[in-house]
């Protein structure tokens, strides 16, 4: 599988982004589907996912209420939409898909498939 992230940009405080990542080489319909971020100088933390059978959701406190996963199987494409964005949003943004994660390990960074990530800059 192969993911390729776009989406990422410039954009005010308070303000709103759709982020996406299409994936290529399989359907990642019944995949678990994630996105973690990484700011300048931090270690790459999570930030929400989709359980691969359930469709249930799972944020980082940090983001609940702000942030929301979805998928278009139609499209193979993994979408995080970003709103209420906060200058401490700034980072990277990594998509991640696997075929085998189960809900307790969500949030673990060993994802078997990582798009090469797309930058967020949040300017106060």
């Known amino acids: 599988v192969q993911l390729q992230a776009s989406g990422g940009g410039l954009v005010q405080a308070g303000g709103s982004l759709r982020l996406s990542c299409a994936a290529s080489?399989?359907?990642?319909?019944?995949?678990?589907k994630a996105w973690f971020r990484q700011a300048p100088g931090k270690e790459r933390e999570f930030v929400g996912a989709i359980h691969r059978n359930s469709g249930s959701t799972l944020y980082a406190d940090s983001v609940k209420g702000r942030f929301a996963i979805s998928g278009d199987n139609a499209k193979n494409t993994i979408y995080l939409q970003i709103n209420s964005l906060k200058p401490e949003d700034t980072a990277v943004y990594y998509c991640?898909?696997?075929?085998?994660?189960?809900?307790?390990?969500?949030?673990?960074?060993?994802?078997?498939?990582w798009g090469q990530g797309t930058l967020v800059t949040v300017s106060s």
């Open positions: 080489g399989d359907s990642i319909r019944f995949y678990a």
């Open positions: 991640a898909t696997d075929r085998t994660k189960i809900y307790s390990s969500l949030t673990h960074a060993n994802y078997a498939y």
